[in-house]
């Protein structure tokens, strides 16, 4: 009659462990398995410096950043879609990722300058959602169908301030731009995974100490009232730390689609629950595993690097219909 | 006294106000709330639950003013049935019950063994314990009304509030419901406050009845005092036959429309 840990749990749990290992192994210059693994236990031995090099200097911060851009987008995902009651949800509905994109065009395009583009996508994320938030509260309460609604507003809004500034800019900009959109770990680097840390941190362990409630939220308003929960609040708790999460993550690497959709619903339909004290925490191992094993295939499938935002979408959108499609199993009533 | 209403008026943007200047709720009775679509049984249920604040008046549960109270401390007075619940995820039966007991953990905390007790104890008092591992999505109507009692039950309130409990339920599953809820009332001690459509199922399970028309209460009472084939036809506008007297009385109303 208590909580009972599966071996799928487990499986799932202990996922990143290997994938990383494997992750700092693989790319234009390969690195065997147990030279990895002796580098990271830190026992002498004697391999070139510059394999030292690539495997701290440049494969880890990339590999990092991948399992926190995993890690973010897919417990924001979960997060939001039990919010939402909605299946179809993920950080970018509350205009997060229009915001973030029109704050990276605006540092790529005007300021020229990629530290300039970050601090802008991240604050305008933030500011997205804001006005998202603002738009949607009426008498104290904010309706999860006018959230969605002002979602879209504010997404139209920024993308076409997004089109202003493309149009505006000199085409060469322009093609930065676009490619940064696609979102891509190429250019990750230690600085970057330490600018997110604390946001993406943060909103972890937010959305973990509060994954049982979250279950309550989904029952709807009225229900989630009566059994206690302040739910004003709580959905403006979720609503924060996702958003804080997604923001650091697309200023960063640029728009990754598809992982806060799948990944959750993955976990759901494997472990055959939809309670968020197992699928916050198995969604952040699974995304964590899923970007960094796609990031894997970005810079090593093909002679040259591909965007990753590319393949999660490639990938995620055909799955995703599967899992809809798959008969028998139902996440979704 | 469980709950002690006085002077409650609440009005919908002027057409249509409930105005219930009085009314009571001891430990382990039932009242029940009848009347027609419209007069405003769900809104009264509301306003004691503080689900819409009401313009005056006072409602006090176990002595304590229910619109100062946080919703975590209310939630510990009140269990709520609510009418029409939507289901999104397939929670299993015993996840849903455990959620009666969100007013009761520390709010940045999870369940421990002594909340997945009493959950267990409120499926057993419903007698849904052998399909804890279920969903509850993939559930029957009766069924699933029994786990969303049990959930109430699992708040351990003082006062269970029943919107329309016996909907959409059949024959044997009205009954199974209305049992225990009686038993429950009597055991724990618990009050209740419920909305039905049928005269006789409160005739059979109310300790008192309160007949509602146009937001306000017409009569108030023991059951067979209230409810009369005179009161029952002229609060519903229907012409009404009575069959049996005394506690064998039944109301069925004569087929036709009327006025």
């Known amino acids: ?333 | 006294m469980v709950l002690r209403i006085r002077g409650l008026r609440f009005s919908y943007g002027g057409a249509f106000t409930l105005e219930v200047d009085h009314l009571r709720v001891r430990e382990g009775e039932i009242l029940v709330l009848l009347g027609p679509n419209g007069s405003g049984k769900t809104t009264l249920l509301k306003c004691i639950n503080a689900l819409i604040r009401p313009e005056s008046g006072k409602v006090e549960i176990a002595g304590r003013d229910i619109f100062s109270l946080r919703r975590r401390d209310l939630a510990r007075l009140v269990g709520y049935l609510p009418q029409g619940h939507v289901p999104s995820f397939p929670f299993r039966v015993e996840d849903m019950v455990l959620l009666g007991r969100v007013a009761h953990v520390d709010p940045l905390s999870a369940p421990d063994r002594s909340d997945y007790e009493i959950a267990w104890s409120a499926m057993r008092a419903v007698g849904i314990e052998d399909f804890a591992d279920r969903p509850y999505t993939e559930l029957s109507g009766g069924e699933r009304q029994l786990v969303l009692l049990a959930r109430a039950l699992a708040q351990e309130p003082r006062l269970l509030l029943l919107d329309e409990p016996t909907n959409h339920l059949d024959f044997r599953n009205q009954a199974l419901v209305m049992g225990i809820v009686r038993k429950v009332a009597r055991e724990k001690g618990i009050g209740a406050v419920m909305t039905l459509h049928d005269p006789n199922m409160a005739l059979r399970v109310a300790d008192r009845v309160a007949l509602m028309s146009r937001g306000r209460l017409m009569r108030e009472g023991r059951p067979q005092d209230v409810i009369t084939p005179q009161t029952v036809s002229e609060v519903y506008g229907v012409e009404v036959e009575r069959v049996g007297d005394g506690n064998g009385m039944y109301i069925f109303p004569a087929l036709g429309v009327s006025t």
């Open chain 1, 1 to 333: 009659m208590r909580m009972r840990v599966r071996p799928l749990s487990i499986a799932l749990a202990l996922l990143p462990l290997p994938v990383f290992i494997v992750s700092l192994c693989i790319g234009s210059y390969p690195i065997p398995p147990a030279t990895v693994i002796q580098m990271l236990l830190g026992i002498p031995g004697d391999w070139p410096r510059v394999e030292w090099a690539i495997v701290f200097r440049l494969r880890m911060p990339r590999v990092i950043m991948a399992a926190l851009g995993g890690i973010a987008l897919s417990v924001s995902g979960a997060s939001l879609q039990s919010t939402f009651r909605n299946p179809l949800v993920d950080s970018y509905i509350l205009g997060v990722s229009a915001g973030a994109a029109f704050g990276a065009a605006l540092g790529l395009g005007i300021l020229s300058s990629m530290a300039a583009a970050q601090v802008l996508a991240f604050c305008m994320g933030l500011l997205a959602f804001t006005l998202t938030y603002a738009a949607a509260r009426t008498r104290g309460e904010t309706p999860v169908v006018s959230l969605v609604l002002a979602g879209i507003i504010i997404t139209a809004l920024f993308s076409a301030a997004l089109s202003t500034v493309k149009f505006f800019v000199d085409p060469h900009k322009t093609a930065e731009i676009v490619y940064w959109l696609m979102g891509s770990f190429s250019c990750a680097g230690w600085d970057d995974v330490a600018w997110c840390m604390l946001p993406v941190g943060t909103g972890f362990v937010l959305l973990y100490l509060l994954r049982w409630r979250m279950n309550a939220l989904s029952m709807g308003d009225e229900e989630a009232k009566a059994l206690g929960v302040d739910v004003h609040r709580l959905r403006f708790l979720v609503l924060v730390a996702s958003t804080l999460m997604a923001s650091a993550i697309v200023s960063t690497v640029g728009i990754i689609g598809w992982v806060g959709l799948i990944v959750p619903h993955s976990v759901r339909m494997a472990l055959r629950t939809p309670d968020n004290r197992i699928v916050i925490p198995l969604s952040a191992c699974v995304g964590a595993a899923y970007l960094m094993i796609a990031d894997d295939f970005a810079r090593a499938a093909t002679g040259y690097e591909l965007p990753v935002g590319i393949l999660t979408t490639l990938s995620g959108a055909p799955f995703f219909l599967y899992l809809l499609r798959r008969k028998g199993v139902r996440v979704w009533s």
